[in-house]
């Protein structure tokens, strides 16, 4: 996500237990809970506010404090006003009881909450405090020397043959012959995900002997394999993002077929799934209701390949004129990044500008 402090914003109101469509008196009064809970009383009302304004909970109408006022108008006050509200949070919370931040996909983490959690971790270097961050090896690109000298890195290597093949006999049972075997672990090359799509697709009753030989022809043979209508929905899905709503696929595919059965179907398969342990997910899913995750971002990348230019054209227009109708206007850098993809450069502008300014 590109969303200044999307990162940090989420956690926040993950920790409060906010959801995305609650009424904003509702979501105050969580979060001003979940402050009080270990916040000493003289400071609730300061760190409540500040972390109201990072994860984007205003009320209509209401006077901010001269503190916040400020720093509105000047970006290095408001950056170090934020700071400190979080890290007067954290550090309550640490004196309570250890805490462990996990946060997922750290190579599409927007920049400003990345810097946000190294300089807390050095803040409260003295207090229980541990952020776990997962990625892929790209992440190193996207962010030179990340948080340097404070991090120890654990590399992932590739699964053994040894273990690939005892991963596919439980899968596959005693029946499969020793030639399915060695293929799909072959074709798996020590990837864990890949072995998982392998040995899916043999069970479904695929040739092993005839797979496609790569990743994302593998994927798109999957999801052809699930017929149209599911095809339709994954492609308006894709177009969405990582995570998106029931109600914004509906919203792009138009009348017909009934995209609450497909989208059952889907999650029982394993395509799809609630995105309840991703870093990125309520407040990123584009559009309200139900929230959906695709459940590899590779099966994403299979079905946005699927797209002719002309339909994934008019998909990312769809999308961007139907959040700007619902007045999703806070999703600034969404609309500029449809928008841009449509080719509406105009409003890509006026919308990237906006993202700019928030």
């Known amino acids: 996500t590109s969303t200044s402090f999307a990162v940090v914003a989420q956690m926040i109101r993950h920790s409060a237990g906010i959801a995305q469509d609650e009424p904003i008196d509702t979501k105050l009064i969580k979060l001003r809970s979940r402050v ?11 760190v409540s506010e500040l972390l109201a304004e990072l994860a984007d909970i205003r009320v209509p109408g209401s006077e901010p404090s001269a503190t ?26 640490c004196d309570a009881g250890p805490v462990l931040l996990v946060l997922e996909d ?3 983490a927007d920049a400003s909450s ?29 962010f ?26 439980a899968a596959l049972g005693s029946s499969a012959s020793n030639d399915v075997i060695s293929t799909v672990v072959e074709r798996a090359a020590g990837s864990p995900f890949f072995l998982e799509e392998l040995l899916r697709a043999v069970a479904e009753g695929s040739d092993a002997t ?11 043979a999957r999801l052809d394999a699930l017929g149209s209508d599911a095809k339709r929905v994954l492609r308006a899905a894709s177009i969405l993002g990582q995570t998106f709503s029931v109600e914004a696929i509906a919203a792009l595919l138009g009348a017909g077929g009934d995209v609450d059965e497909c989208v059952h179907d ?44 002309v339909d ?44 700019a300014a928030r």
């Open 36 to 46: 009080a809970r270990h916040v000493p009383a003289p400071h609730c009302a300061r």
């Open 68 to 93: 916040l006022l400020s720093a509105r108008s000047d970006p290095a006050l408001m950056g170090e006003a934020l700071r400190s509200a979080l890290s007067s949070f954290l550090a309550a919370e």
């Open 106 to 108: 750290l190579q599409w």
């Open 114 to 142: 990345v810097k946000l959690v190294g300089g807390l971790v050095r803040a409260l270097r003295d207090k229980p405090l541990m952020v776990l961050a997962t990625s892929r090896p790209e992440v190193h690109a996207v």
């Open 144 to 169: 030179p020397q990340l948080w340097a000298g404070g991090v120890e890195e654990i590399r992932l290597g590739i699964l053994s043959r040894k273990s690939s093949e005892r991963l596919a006999r």
């Open 210 to 220: 005839v797979l496609p030989e790569t990743i994302l022809g593998m994927l798109q």
């Open 266 to 309: 889907l999650v029982a398969k394993e395509i799809l799934e609630p995105p309840l342990s991703s870093t990125f997910a309520s407040s990123d899913a584009q559009g309200g209701g139900q929230e959906l995750a695709f459940r590899h971002a590779l099966l994403r990348d299979a079905a946005y390949a699927t797209l002719t230019d």
């Open 312 to 355: 994934r054209e008019l998909g990312h227009r769809l999308a961007g004129e139907w959040l700007e109708a619902r007045g999703d206007e806070e999703r600034s850098a969404i609309l500029a990044h449809h928008f841009s993809q449509a080719h509406l450069w105009m409003k890509a502008f006026h919308h990237g500008r906006r993202a």
